[in-house]
T-cell receptor
Framework: SQQGEEDPQALSIQEGENATMNCSYKTSINNLQWYRQNSGRGLVHLILIRSNEREKHSGRLRVTLDTSKKSSSLLITASRAADTASYFCATDASGTYKYIFGTGTRLKVLA | DTEVTQTPKHLVMGMTNKKSLKCEQHMGHRAMYWYKQKAKKPPELMFVYSYEKLSINESVPSRFSPECPNSSLLNLHLHALQPEDSALYLC?????????????FGPGTRLTVL
């Protein structure tokens, strides 16, 4: 299966701390995206990183991609209670024209 | 307008009912998607429409029937569902089907099948 696996499954941190979550996948990809989902609601796109990129930043978010290890990480710096959500990576297997979502990390930021 | 809307927000139906889920976007996107999401699981792709034509069907049972009447609307017709079909159904759209485009998601319809 192309599906990405994320770890940890759940993460609980204090406000102000950094949160790191990882995504591993199985086949070669063109792009990898990260999405956030607040409880029981739609997903919000956070960032896209292409296979020829190694790192991208967007505000408090930093994403890295290591295609040799087939893995990506999402770092949220200076976390806030409002960052409490589930975070999913989504990968497109080359040539499939569709994204498959990873298993997700449930982040809880305690005020 | 960068919003995808879905109606209804909640739906309860019996196994013999026929109902429809609706999705609408006015961003001029030409690709639209249906996903199914069970609790604490990732979204699973069901269907992809590209330029109003069905381009991907992920082996979804025929009791789910998608329809794309025009470039702004996407429907999912439901008939003879099973209790295990209870889930959050998410609609999404993107500029086109080329990978690398951000998908915009609606808030979802929470479906309960009794």
């Amino acid at each position: 299966s192309q599906q990405g696996e994320e770890d940890p499954q759940a993460l609980s941190i204090q406000e102000g701390e950094n949160a790191t979550m990882n995504c591993s996948y199985k086949t070669s990809i063109n792009n990898l995206q990260w999405y956030r989902q607040n409880s029981g609601r739609g997903l919000v796109h956070l960032i896209l990183i292409r296979s020829n990129e190694r790192e991208k930043h967007s505000g408090r978010l930093r994403v890295t991609l290591d295609t040799s290890k087939k893995s990506s990480s999402l770092l949220i710096t200076a976390s806030r209670a409002a960052d409490t959500a589930s975070y999913f990576c989504a990968t497109d297997a080359s040539g499939t024209y569709k994204y498959i979502f990873g298993t997700g990390t449930r982040l809880k930021v305690l005020a | 307008d960068t919003e995808v809307t879905q109606t209804p927000k909640h739906l309860v139906m019996g196994m013999t009912n026929k109902k429809s889920l609706k999705c609408e976007q006015h961003m001029g996107h030409r690709a639209m998607y249906w996903y199914k999401q069970k609790a604490k699981k990732p979204p699973e792709l069901m269907f992809v429409y590209s330029y109003e034509k069905l381009s991907i069907n992920e082996s979804v049972p025929s009791r789910f029937s998608p329809e794309c009447p025009n470039s702004s609307l996407l429907n999912l017709h439901l008939h003879a569902l099973q209790p295990e079909d209870s889930a959050l159904y998410l609609c999404a759209s993107s500029q086109d089907r080329v990978v690398g485009n951000e998908q915009f998601f609606g808030p979802g319809t929470r479906l309960t099948v009794l």
